[in-house]
């Protein structure tokens, strides 16, 4: 069967609805051979899950994707290949946890002055224990029957700029670059597609990433033609992954983006190396 290597998915760690294990049991019925779990700002899932992949025999690589602001603008960086147990990502990933903590209370104030009021408690039921994030609130929104649907939520009071829209603290680009490449892995700009502004884009493409997501399960063929063709002319690493959440987008499944065996061991072969750094 084909080497296929999803390299983008959330757990309950994140705002996923599958476990860590549960996503690796799925990625298996799946048929894929490799897997990297890339929560938002925590690598809590690699505390329990390496060795159950090593078990069931799912190759598996470390990932992380955090969120910067950049001018403003919310960017995502995908880190891979990393040691998850370096001191500076996990003091990264915990900043990251009270920025969500306090940018949650922020935002369920301005939420009650728009009389939607939600409680603490509310929230905390949709988020599994991981990173707080807007899909939790969301989650929580549609449940009191004050929206309709998740999109409802982000376009009218969650998105950026939107009435209920809290940015939080800002963690600059290049200082996420840096403690992944410090961790011993690459940092990749992930769905430079979302990325609507072209100057930012320009920007971005002259820092010092090592790659980024060309391949993406809601890619048509020229939008992936058009960023495997910039990754190459920079000669960077192209990964690609589906960007699967679980039940909170159903529309996107596991495994409907990946990379080839080629990218996969060579990013593996750094993994193993951040190891005994
Ligand atoms: P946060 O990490 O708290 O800033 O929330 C961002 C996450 O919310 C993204 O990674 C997506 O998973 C989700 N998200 C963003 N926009 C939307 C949307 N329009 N509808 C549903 N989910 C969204
Ligand atoms: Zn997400
Ligand atoms: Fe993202
Ligand atoms: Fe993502």
């Known amino acids: 069967m084909e080497f296929r290597a999803d390299m983008h998915c959330h757990t309950t760690c994140s705002d996923g609805t599958l476990t860590?294990?549960?996503?690796?049991?799925?990625?298996?019925?799946?048929?894929?051979?490799?897997?990297?779990?890339?929560?938002?700002?925590?690598?809590?899932?690699?505390?329990?899950?390496?060795?159950?992949?090593?078990?069931?025999?799912?190759?598996?690589?470390?990932?992380?994707?955090f969120s910067?602001?950049?001018?403003?603008?919310?960017?995502?960086?995908?880190?891979?290949?990393?040691?998850?147990?370096?001191?500076?990502?996990?003091?990264?990933?915990?900043?990251?946890?009270?920025?969500?903590?306090?940018r949650f209370y922020a935002i369920l104030e301005l939420l009650a002055r728009h009389d939607l009021p939600l409680t603490e408690e509310e929230v905390l039921q949709e988020s599994h224990d991981g990173t707080i994030g807007r899909p939790h609130i969301a989650l929580a929104m549609l449940k009191k029957g004050y929206i309709g649907s998740m999109e409802e939520a982000f376009k009218n009071y969650l998105g950026a700029g939107k009435k209920c829209f809290v940015p939080?603290?800002?963690?600059?680009?290049?200082?996420?670059?840096?403690?992944?490449?410090?961790?011993?892995g690459v940092a990749v700009i992930a769905h430079p597609h979302l990325i609507k502004d072209s100057s930012t884009t320009k920007e971005l493409l002259k820092m010092n990433f090592d790659g980024l997501e060309g391949y993406y399960s809601r890619f048509d063929k020229e939008t992936n033609?058009?960023?495997?063709?910039?990754?190459?002319?920079?000669?960077?690493?192209?990964?690609?992954?589906?960007?699967f959440h679980g039940a909170v987008k159903p529309h996107i499944p596991l495994g409907s983006s990946w990379v080839n065996k080629e990218t996969f061991e060579s990013l593996k072969h750094r993994y193993v190396q951040s190891q005994i750094r």
């Open 20 to 65: 860590p294990y549960e996503i690796v049991d799925l990625a298996l019925n799946l048929g894929l051979s490799g897997l990297s779990i890339t929560d938002h700002d925590t690598v809590e899932a690699y505390e329990s899950v390496i060795e159950y992949a090593k078990e069931k025999g799912l190759e598996l690589i470390s990932g992380v994707e």
């Open 68 to 102: 910067c602001l950049y001018r403003g603008k919310s960017i995502h960086i995908l880190g891979y290949a990393f040691n998850t147990k370096n001191k500076d990502i996990k003091a990264y990933c915990l900043k990251h946890k009270e920025r969500r903590e306090k």
């Open 168 to 184: 939080g603290e800002a963690f600059p680009v290049e200082e996420t670059i840096r403690i992944i490449q410090n961790a011993g």
């Open 225 to 243: 033609l058009r960023w495997v063709n910039v990754a190459k002319q920079k000669n960077w690493i192209i990964t690609g992954g589906s960007d």
